[in-house]
Structure formats: structure tokens, C-alpha cells
């Protein structure tokens, strides 16, 4: 399919590509691909600019290998309504009936469908709210570490195995919570970190192992790994050196789950992971949701009057899908259209109206570059004719 079939102006086309190299020569991103798909077939895509920070002669190609950070998010709520469809999980359910550090007045109301819309009151990622020194819970993790040594030393080894395991849990929920659930929305990747946790219990598997073999094998996404195989770091887009260190990192046996953020993937895998989601929870023969998990997913969850305050402004009525993020009124990008982005930078969204998949990288070291993300969807969105 070419970009007139397709109903996207060819002349758009050459100003997306020329809005990235723009970016790329003023240094505000390192380099940047993209894939453009109407009916299940590309019609447009590129890549250009660097590949890695410390080594000018690499090269970004279209198949090269990108953490995706939260749009991880959608496989962990992929994975949470393979559970529901199983009878295995219920939305409205506590989440304290699987975590019994949950099983405490200010945090036992809080549900599966709170974690899923980030209106739980957990921890606001850092940042969020402009603070100059986040506390992430993270950082407060070592006071949960169960004593090996010294009189308050545990002793049994299936109890400090169990505190190790939980340390994590008990340090997220150290202090109160933002809000009562269902009154806030708050990004919360903290919240999905817990979503990954219940997987982990309801199925028996861990969370990053359920998402492997229930849906990336069977989608044939070959080039999305939660760690990335040595043989295949080379072709990783990194940008700074943490992303260098994280890259070689393992999963370790007391490790919070990856659920809100751990993916690495592909243009090629991500759009066919959106292809699933666009055609009702299938492709290619291969049903990963059923059709009504899909539209459970991406309808409105909230109530009228939520309030959200999004790094630095406070947006009213938000609107917000079981995992997936939805197009406000007023952006450029058709309003019928869903999916989620990603820190580091990415975005893939889903144009339901046009069935089409918008996915692109635009990696940065900068926090924000609102010309690398805003400003694209504006140039794909004035595209369609």
C-alpha cells in the first residue's frame, strides 16, 4: 500500500521526514523511525539519525530494537483481561484478596480497575508534580529489607524469603496514599507495578514469563524481549548510560515486577501488536482478547468530575480507557483514537476510525521535547485527506 492508497498526502509525508531530520541537526533528538499502517498494511515508515549516544557511526534502522518503556502499560492490561476472560480476576475486585499488604484501612478499597486508570491514590511517578528531589518508592526500599543479622535477625528462611519478596510492596505503600480511590487521576507506574504482581499470583507464573508466553510468543513478536538477548544489545537504540547499565541488567528472584515500563520492542512487533488490539483482539488467525475485553478497554472509565493533575496542569473530566490512554477533544489526531506513550520517547497510537496504526521513536536524552511528540502527531494528523 503507498501513501495514496492509503489516504495520506504524499507532501506530508516528506515534511514528517524533514521534521525529523530538523530535530535530529538541532540536537533535540538523538534519531527517530516511524511506521504509518491503514488496513493492516504499512504505507509509510523510516528511520534516520544515530542509533547510540557514544557511537556516532551507528545507525538507527526500522528494525532496530527500543525500550518502550510505558507503553508496556498495554501488555500489562492485555495480560490483566486475559485473567478476567478466564474467570480468574473481576475489575471491581480488591486488590488486598491477592497482596495482604493491601489489607489495611487506606489501602483495601482500592481495585483492579483503579490500578488499571491510575485513579488508586498510589504514588505519582516522580516528577509528576515538578518536585525538585522526587522520593519515588524506590527509594525508601532499603528500610523494608528484612535484618540477617544482629538480635531482630529473622531466622527462618521461608520468612525472610517471603520479606525479600515483599519488600517492594511494603515499601510502595510506606506513607498515605494521594487520594481516596476513584477521586484523582495520577499516573501512577507504581500502581501497574502492582498490576504485575497480581498477575504474577493469579496465574502462577512470574509477571514478565506470563507476558513472554501468553501474549508476545503467540502474537510471533520476535524482537520483544523484557531482557534483551546479549547476542542482540548491538541493535539497541540507547541514549544515555543509564540506559547502557539497565540494558545488561537481569531480572532478579526479589525484583518488583516490569509491568509499567520494562519492554523492549520493535516498529515491526509494536505494530502488530496494535493491529491486534485494532481488529477486536486478533490477528492473522492468532485471538489474544476477545472483542469485548477490546472495547471494555477502550471506553471511557471514569467518572464525570475526575479531576487530573498532569504535570503541572490540572485537566478536568478526564477521560481515560481500562489501559490505554484516549485522544482529547481539541489534539490534532483524530479523537477516536487510543494507545499510549512512552518515556525515552515513543508513542503508539491506534486510529479506529481510519483503522490505522501511528507508531513512532523519537529517542531523547532531553525530559521533554514537546516539538518530538506534539508536534509529530500534528504533522501525521494534518496528513489524512
Excluded at 495480560?79 to 493491601?102: H, N, P, T
Excluded at 481495585?111 to 511517578?125: C, E, P
Excluded at 520476535?222 to 540506559?243: G, H, S
Aim: hydrophobic share 40%; charged share 25%; glycine share 10%.
Amino acid at each position: 500500500m503507498d501513501c495514496k492508497e492509503a489516504g495520506f498526502s504524499e507532501e506530508v509525508l516528506e515534511r514528517l521526514n524533514d521534521h525529523f531530520a530538523q530535530l535530529i541537526k538541532a540536537d533535540k533528538i538523538q534519531c527517530a523511525s516511524y511506521v504509518l499502517a491503514r488496513h493492516g498494511k504499512v504505507f509509510a515508515d523510516g528511520a534516520m539519525g544515530r542509533l547510540r549516544f557514544d557511537r556516532p557511526e551507528s545507525v538507527m534502522n526500522k528494525d532496530s530494537i527500543r525500550r518502550i518503556a510505558s507503553v508496556t502499560k498495554l501488555f500489562t492490561a492485555v495480560a490483566i483481561f486475559q485473567l478476567i476472560e478466564e474467570g480468574k480476576l473481576f475489575l471491581r475486585q480488591s486488590v488486598a484478596d491477592w497482596i495482604e499488604e493491601f489489607k489495611h484501612p487506606l489501602y483495601e478499597s482500592i481495585n483492579i480497575m483503579h490500578l488499571l486508570t491510575h485513579t488508586s491514590g498510589l504514588r505519582a511517578d516522580p516528577f509528576y508534580y515538578l518536585e525538585p528531589y522526587p522520593a519515588g518508592w524506590g527509594s525508601v526500599l532499603f528500610a523494608y529489607q528484612p535484618e540477617t543479622e544482629g538480635p531482630h535477625a529473622i531466622t527462618d528462611s521461608e520468612e525472610l524469603a517471603k520479606q525479600q519478596r515483599t519488600a517492594w510492596i511494603r515499601a510502595l505503600l510506606s506513607g498515605k496514599p494521594l487520594s481516596k480511590p476513584g477521586e484523582e487521576w495520577n499516573y501512577s507506574s507504581a500502581g501497574y507495578t502492582v498490576l504485575g504482581e497480581v498477575i504474577a499470583r493469579v496465574s502462577g507464573m512470574r509477571y514478565e514469563e506470563y507476558v513472554m508466553e501468553r501474549i508476545v510468543k503467540p502474537l510471533g513478536l520476535e524482537r520483544t524481549f523484557f531482557v534483551v538477548p546479549e547476542e542482540l544489545q548491538d541493535e539497541v537504540c540507547i541514549i544515555n548510560e543509564w540506559e547502557s547499565s539497565r540494558l545488561s541488567s537481569k531480572l532478579g528472584p526479589n525484583d518488583a515486577p516490569r509491568a509499567g515500563g520494562g519492554l523492549y520492542s520493535t516498529l515491526s512487533d509494536l505494530n502488530r501488536f496494535g493491529q491486534m488490539l485494532l481488529n477486536g483482539g486478533a490477528v492473522d488467525g492468532v485471538r489474544i482478547l476477545s472483542r469485548k475485553s477490546v472495547e471494555k478497554m477502550i471506553s471511557n472509565c471514569l467518572d464525570k468530575g475526575i479531576d487530573a493533575f498532569s504535570w503541572g496542569g490540572r485537566l478536568k473530566d478526564k477521560a481515560y480507557g481500562l489501559g490505554p490512554l484516549l485522544i482529547a477533544p481539541g489534539e490534532w489526531i483524530e479523537e477516536d483514537t487510543y494507545g499510549h506513550e512512552g518515556a525515552g520517547r515513543c508513542i503508539l497510537l491506534l486510529d479506529q476510525k481510519r483503522q490505522a496504526v501511528i507508531l513512532f521513536f523519537v529517542p531523547s536524552n532531553s525530559d521533554w521535547c514537546p516539538e518530538s511528540m506534539i508536534g509529530t502527531q500534528n504533522v501525521i494528523g494534518a496528513g489524512w485527506l
